[in-house]
């Protein structure tokens, strides 16, 4: 027997080989794909072929193949392709041509191999009257199963293969912040009007100091979004989610934005609207963003005045329109978040920052224009927890109850912390110069209401003084007017 398969293996090679030199390639092309396709057309299993191309365009259903399969690798696969990109964060490995991969799905085996063949293209060219024909590449997937699964292999393994390549890409993906090149939107330039470089703020909810109950909701509602797409279709909303972030400096409302940022894996647009000149400018602006992305106005108390939304209604009332001399105005910036061009892109995610929300025009508070109002405030016993353990790894600490007690009758932003507590890699040191700079504070804060104490004091005397002088004017007057009387 094994000298029987041995000379079969050694005739299928001379075969080859013969096949391999003595015929030209089309005639091989041609041998080896009737071969294929009788075989093909003999045994109950179905072929799919995928290509790289649909037309010019690049095929969606190659690309997610080629990134699900590179996850189904095998350890028996002998020829794998690996590419490094500049914004990837590893190496990717994908399969060689003629290198298959079985994939099992739901118990059924599909059978993937990657072909590569080269084809001959003909161009006319008119000007030398004859025909160029050079060589061109085609790559495309050879997905092959039992003909009776043919339903499930169209309806849910391929639908399923697109979801699983979009969930790897997105988990590889590398955030990107934007900013706006108004230099090129003043020169009338309409297009690459964003500058994006890589987004590495190592910021995320575990590591920011929160109210927990407020991170919980914060985190769920994010979930929430993300995942209704079909719900805002429903309900005819377009799908995106605004947050107001209010508080004083230092208590974490930027890193709350990296935080959704990396949570998410969305990219960052920062807007600065004191650059923008138009409400046009803006709306250049917004459908240069992409999807899934976060949109943010930082400080917007100090970036749009508000007194200008009187003047805008005055002139509108008047039926005049300064287009010339146009500025960003709230309705703007109102039409931004929830107008026509509001849903411009899909899922995304604004977000305004302030600290002092009783600036902000009732306009933009308003139930409905934000969604979720979030009060970034001083920093908590947890939340200093949080920062204990983020700076020095360390879950508990002699002089944690003094702190604490201290946070309780001062007001420090989690950035102040954070500051005392990256003073010194020791943990004693640092909580040394923490419950020293609170104290600090305290006292501070008590010279602070001493001094209102004073003032307020002061200020009852003048009033005490005036009312008195009051009682001396009302007796002249009456003696006036008994006077008079007399
Ligand atoms: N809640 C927090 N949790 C963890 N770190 C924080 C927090 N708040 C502030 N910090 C630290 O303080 C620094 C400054 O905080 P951040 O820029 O997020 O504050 P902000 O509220 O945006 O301030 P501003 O109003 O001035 O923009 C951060 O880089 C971070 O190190
Ligand atoms: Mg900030």
């Not at 003047?311 to 008047?318: G, I, L, Q």
């Not at 920062?387 to 879950?395: A, P």
């Not at 609170?438 to 005490?464: D, P, Q, T």
């Amino acid at each position: 027997m094994l000298s029987a398969a041995a000379s079969l293996a050694a005739s299928a090679v001379l075969i080859h080989t013969m096949v391999q030199q003595f015929f030209p390639r089309k005639i091989r092309d041609y041998i080896f794909s009737s071969a294929f396709s009788f075989f093909t057309r003999v045994s109950s299993k179905l072929t799919i072929n995928v290509h790289e191309f649909h037309g010019i365009l690049p095929n969606e259903m190659y690309q997610a193949a080629q990134t699900y399969l590179s996850s189904k690798i095998s350890p028996y696969t002998r020829c794998l392709q690996v590419a490094k990109q500049e914004d990837s964060k590893g190496l990717e490995v994908t399969m060689e041509q003629g290198e298959t991969v079985v994939d099992f799905f739901q118990g059924i085996e599909f059978r993937w191999k990657l072909i590569c063949k080269e084809k001959q293209k003909l161009v006319l060219n008119h000007r030398r009257k004859d025909s160029l024909t050079p060589m061109l590449e085609t790559k495309f997937f050879v997905l092959s199963f039992h003909m009776k699964h043919k339903e499930k292999a169209l309806n849910v393994y391929l639908p399923h293969i697109l979801q699983q390549s979009k969930n790897i890409k997105q988990e590889e993906k590398h955030i990107k912040i934007y900013s706006g090149d108004y230099g090129k939107l003043h020169n009338g330039m309409i297009r690459g009007t964003w500058n994006g470089v890589n987004f590495d703020h190592p910021a995320t909810f575990d590591t920011l100091a929160m109210d927990p109950e407020l991170k919980r909701t914060v985190k769920e509602d994010l979930q929430r979004f993300v995942k209704r797409k079909a719900y805002y279709r429903r309900v005819g909303k377009a799908w995106k989610r605004g947050y107001l972030l209010y508080g004083p400096p230092g208590t974490g409302k930027s890193s709350l934005i990296a935080a959704i940022a990396n949570f998410l894996k969305f990219d960052i647009y920062d807007l600065e609207l004191t650059e923008i000149r138009s409400n046009s400018w803006l709306r250049l602006l917004l459908v240069g963003t992409a999807n899934r992305s976060i949109i943010v106005f930082e400080d917007i108390d100090c970036t749009i005045d508000f007194q200008e939304r009187k003047e805008e209604d005055a002139t509108k009332s008047r039926g005049r329109t300064n287009s010339q001399n146009e500025k960003v105005t709230l309705s703007g910036l109102l039409n931004f978040i929830e107008g026509l061009w509001s849903s411009c892109r899909d899922e995304r995610i604004i977000i305004f920052t302030t600290n002092h929300k009783e600036r902000l025009d009732s306009a933009l508070l308003r139930p409905g224009r934000m969604d979720m109002h979030i009060h970034m405030s001083y920093c908590s016993p947890s939340g200093f927890m949080t920062l204990l353990s983020n700076y020095h790894n360390v879950d508990n600490h002699t002089l944690k109850p003094e702190v604490e007690r201290l946070l309780r009758e001062v007001e420090a932003t989690p950035a102040e912390v954070a500051e005392e507590l990256m003073k010194s890699d020791d943990s004693d040191d640092a909580m040394r110069c923490l419950v020293k700079f609170l104290e600090g504070k305290k006292v501070e804060a008590s010279e602070e209401n001493k001094k209102e104490e004073s003032m307020v004091v002061e200020g009852s005397e003048i009033e005490e003084l005036k009312e008195g002088e009051e009682v001396e004017a009302e007796k002249q007057e009456s003696i006036v007017v008994e006077g008079s009387e007399i």
